[in-house]
């Protein structure tokens, strides 16, 4: 059967380029890069040269690249790391809208006895610089404000937030698992103190990450262990991965002119042909200010999970906005933010492309697309008492 992959904000695939620059790391190039022999000593070079890689993407020095497990390991390290080394402070800021990587870790920390501030979206999806604005105290430890969303795509304007925060001496993380890869980031002409990335996210596999640190950063590791990553991050390193990930930062990096323009068309050319071929659909989200690989849509008065399973039988791999919770499909926690309303919220799907899509699979989506919504709303009963309610029954 034909794959059509448009799931690339839940993961992509590794690039072959970076797949051949890791093989040799699981078979001939096997040192322990922290060994005092010639053969770990050119793994800690190889390290190295990667972590330069990643730095060059990030418009980042060298030393301020800390390798981790995944996004998750980075957000919990840049939050939790950053607590530690100010226990006196209480207050945590960040928004209603973050990944569970830290919106799960804003719970805890509630439930820790911390005071939580988790900032409110509007309708699009957009951040309200003044409640920013008055969030932030003396008291505040940390402001994490995730750079752009999983499921909308809305990126927010963290430079304008570091402006406000910083302006309050109040360090800065932002989760930008989402945007690495599909938007320049500079580092060097940043206010953000701290950044997150995950690899396989941009081409490079499942289970590694990066942690930007700022130098100068206040930071505690939050994996105790050896001296690896100077003592940030304790574990022996993830040599293949490490090396693999500084392969898909340099493609990545050539790649973010020409191939996300490319990218951004083909988005706009599928949700143009939705709204042409299709009735009463919404995109949740900020148009403007938005990932140019991702498409959220809402087809009202139908289910997301039965568009979902009826695009999987023709091959067709995306995602919706909804989970399901305890037998319950509750709209996610982005759509209930931006208060979506709920004949929207439970039909609503993500489209997310990436350097690997077509225009033929486009094609293919919208080939298929408005004939399942159709067969879907002649059996809702929602849709039939929309088009009675409209006359139109
Ligand atoms: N943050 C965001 C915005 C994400 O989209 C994801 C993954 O979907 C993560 C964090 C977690 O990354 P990882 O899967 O590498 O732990």
């Given amino acids: 059967m034909k794959t059509v992959y448009v799931d690339n904000n839940a993961t992509t695939k590794v690039a072959p380029e970076v797949m051949e620059v890791m093989q040799p790391y699981f078979s001939d190039l096997y040192g322990n890069p922290s060994s005092m022999h010639f053969f770990g000593g050119q793994v800690q070079r190889n390290v190295n040269e990667a972590r330069d890689q990643v730095a060059d993407f990030l418009g980042a020095d060298p030393s ?58 509007d309708r699009e999806g957009r951040l309200d610089l003044d409640e920013v604005r008055e969030s932030v105290n003396e008291g505040t430890v940390l402001v994490s404000v995730m750079h752009a969303n999983n499921e909308t795509g809305v990126v927010f304007p963290i430079e304008e937030i570091g402006e406000i925060v910083k302006a309050k001496g109040i360090p800065l993380h932002t989760d930008a698992v989402q945007t690495a890869g599909k938007i320049p980031l500079n580092m060097k002409k ?100 938005r990932l140019p690989n991702t498409l959220s849509v809402s087809f009202e008065y139908v289910e997301g999970e039965s568009i979902l399973l009826l695009l999987s039988d023709l091959g067709i791999c995306a995602s919706s906005g909804s989970a399901c919770t305890s037998g319950s499909l509750e709209p996610s926690h982005v759509l ?49 008492d929309y088009l009675k309610a409209q006359g139109k029954k």
């Fill in 64 to 121: 301020e690249i800390v390798f981790t497990s995944c996004g998750t390991e980075s957000d919990n390290a840049g939050i939790l790391g950053t607590l530690d080394s100010y226990p006196e402070k209480r207050h945590f800021v960040t928004t209603r809208v973050e990944h569970p990587a830290v919106g799960n870790v804003s719970t805890y920390l509630g439930r820790k006895g911390y005071r939580v501030t988790e900032l409110r979206v």
């Fill in 190 to 289: 940043s206010t953000v103190d701290m950044l997150s990335m995950s690899g396989h996210k941009l081409h490079a596999p499942k289970g590694i990450g990066v942690l930007y640190i700022r130098k100068g950063t206040k930071f505690s590791p939050f994996l105790i262990g050896g001296h690896q990553e100077k003592g940030r991050r304790g574990g022996t390193e993830n040599v293949p991965y490490i090396i693999g990930l500084g392969k898909a930062c340099e493609l990545a990096k050539r790649h973010l002119g020409d191939e996300n323009t490319r990218v951004k068309a083909l988005r706009d050319y599928l949700e143009k042909r939705i709204f042409e071929t299709i009735p009463n659909v919404l995109v949740n989200g900020d148009r403007v200010n």
């Fill in 336 to 384: 209930r933010a931006m208060g979506v309303p709920f004949t929207a919220a439970h039909g609503s799907i993500r489209f997310s492309l990436s350097i690997y899509s077509t225009q033929e699979e486009m094609d293919y989506i919208i080939e298929h697309l408005p004939p399942i919504i159709q067969k879907l709303r002649d059996i809702s009963p929602f849709w039939n």
